[in-house]
């Protein structure tokens, strides 16, 4: 163990999750990131970096739709990394879907993935953040979290489930001391799957028309930073030109 604290960054991708945790570890948290064991070369390559930039950074292969797993990795991290101090669920699952093409299957992975998920992380971090009477949720929400769309009735139910865990567990657990925040990202951000998606996408990152990861992970940043006489709970990001 250390006297420093961790940031778990649940779904810590190639974008904005590694970003997220990238900025946690420059300010001296030790990132403790997650992704399907699948996916653990591209978690160790992060790791890689987070260490390369002056951080230090622990990988782990897991499932959040699974409530076993979930609990074993906070347990092994509040036990043998550090206290946890901010939590960041950030798994996106977003997919498109006519409602009569959507199986349940579908509907039942994007939920598990997107809302589920995000119990079992929350419920899990809340103890012990409540026990020391201090830390930091931030749920990562999108448009879908407050507008549902045509095509998209699995990934905004799960988003406005996701939203709705977020707001009763600011209620139940800010008076505690634990500041739970919701971030809508109303936009597309400059990730590998909008430069695949977007033609334009170089364009529209030369005149900042795409989020930028980086400057999220700044705004998560700020959120842990605030002071609780004005806590924020519910925020929303988006380019300057998105039309909204």
């Known amino acids: 163990?250390?006297?420093?604290?961790?940031?778990?960054?649940v779904g810590a991708g190639d974008d904005l999750g590694g970003a997220i945790a990238r900025r946690f570890a420059a300010e001296g948290h030790i990132a403790c990131v997650t992704r399907r064991p699948r996916h653990m070369d591209k978690l160790e390559a992060l790791c890689a970096r987070i260490r390369a930039e002056g951080g230090e950074a622990r990988a782990f292969g897991v499932d959040a739709r699974e409530e076993e797993a979930t609990v074993a990795l906070v347990a092994e991290i509040e036990r043998d990394v550090a206290p946890i101090e901010v939590a960041v669920f950030n798994i996106g699952a977003n997919v498109r879907f006519?409602?009569?093409e959507t199986t349940s299957q579908v509907y039942r992975k994007v939920w598990e993935m997107?809302?589920?998920g995000g119990f079992l992380m929350g419920r899990e971090v809340s103890g012990p953040m409540v026990q020391r009477g201090r830390g930091t949720i931030i749920f990562t929400g999108a448009t879908a979290s407050v507008r549902g769309r045509d095509g998209f009735s699995a990934f905004a139910g799960a988003k406005h489930a996701?939203?709705?865990?977020?707001?009763?567990?600011?209620?139940?657990?800010?008076?505690?001391?634990?500041?739970?925040?919701?971030?809508?990202?109303?936009?597309?951000?400059?990730?590998?799957?909008?430069?695949?998606?977007?033609?334009?996408?170089?364009?529209?990152?030369?005149?900042?028309?795409?989020?930028?990861?980086?400057?999220?992970?700044?705004?998560?940043?700020?959120?842990?930073?605030?002071?609780?006489?004005?806590?924020?709970?519910?925020?929303?990001?988006?380019?300057?030109?998105?039309?909204?």
């Open 1 to 9: 163990m250390t006297d420093r604290t961790a940031c778990l960054v």
């Open 98 to 100: 006519g409602v009569g």
């Open 114 to 116: 997107a809302a589920y």
């Open 162 to 244: 996701l939203r709705a865990l977020a707001q009763s567990m600011a209620r139940e657990l800010g008076p505690k001391g634990v500041h739970v925040a919701h971030v809508v990202i109303d936009g597309p951000i400059d990730s590998t799957f909008i430069r695949e998606q977007l033609p334009d996408a170089d364009a529209r990152r030369a005149r900042d028309a795409l989020l930028n990861p980086d400057d999220i992970a700044e705004t998560y940043l700020w959120l842990h930073r605030q002071k609780r006489s004005a806590w924020t709970h519910e925020l929303d990001l988006r380019p300057w030109s998105e039309p909204w």
